[in-house]
């Protein structure tokens, strides 16, 4: 029998306590807006600076809108709702490109490097919407398993939120090369400490469960139970259910009283494959300007 992944206590208050975070850093520092208005209008040329100004104030709505699919995530019985919302965000990004495209792109005012920022851009962003809308969110209205269809939601969501972060990084930095990610959005050094803190137990558990002398078989299924009820929480929420197929039938089979070692194999395998996919985040890039939004690994928000 297959259960559902929930969310432990802990895991739980560890979200509080980042969220009480996140609310502190809010009270301390700009909104995101008040900073892009301020350094949208530091751009001297007018032409350059209604475009900016424009594209700013496009990327801000996108990515408040898509933050309302993350809403309430324990509450089942909406993902129609979230699932509209994700395709009006198709729509305003859609928009968004085409006045990159067929206006700012034709205006004379705009300096090359901005000219290939925003083409940059609009190319990620197209990207994105394709793979997203075309791809993995196809059949979503026909998907029967409500828990299954709300962790593709939220993929989706993760996806076009990290691409917009992405270019509003980039475009920034067209005009203040010293802005950083963590400067300009909330959650950004709390998503790079999720990230970094996945990274090293993804390590750890990939060399307990690879280790040619290997370790107390039940002190590898204590560290797979312990992961699943850490650091599991910040894999892709796609990712949960594999892992707890492939870590359960480890931990059947030590129970057992068996080796299981094609089984650990396989885990092994497996958990070499999150890690370098997490370690693709823009958060972990060295330079938050040169993460490419294609590559973006995304981790759910609990």
Known sequence: MRHRIQPSKANMSTATTEQEKIATIESEKPSLQAQLTELANSVSAEAARIVVAKVFADLVFLLDYLSLVETNPQELGRALDRLSILHAVR?????????????????EGLDEFLRETLDGSAYAIKHEVRRIFEGELVDASNVPDEQ???GTLIHAQGVLTNCFQQCVISLA?????????????????????????????????????????????????????????????????????EYEALSNEVTDAISRGE?????????????????AHVKTRCVLAESDAQADPALEEVAIPW
């Open 91 to 107: 729509g305003e990004a859609n928009a968004m490109v085409e006045f990159i495209e067929t206006h700012a792109m034709q205006n």
């Open 148 to 150: 299954k269809l709300y």
């Open 173 to 241: 930095r067209v005009f203040d090369c010293n802005l950083t990610g963590a400067q300009l959005f909330h959650d950004w050094q709390i998503r790079r400490e999720r990230s970094l803190k996945l990274c090293d137990d993804l390590s750890t558990l990939t060399s307990l469960v690879q280790a040619p002398d290997q370790p107390a078989l039940e002190n590898i299924a204590s560290h797979l139970k312990t992961f699943r009820e850490g650091s599991m929480q910040w894999l892709m929420y796609k990712d949960w259910q």
């Open 259 to 275: 080796n299981p070692t094609d089984l650990l194999h396989r885990l092994g395998c497996y958990l070499e494959t999150l890690l």
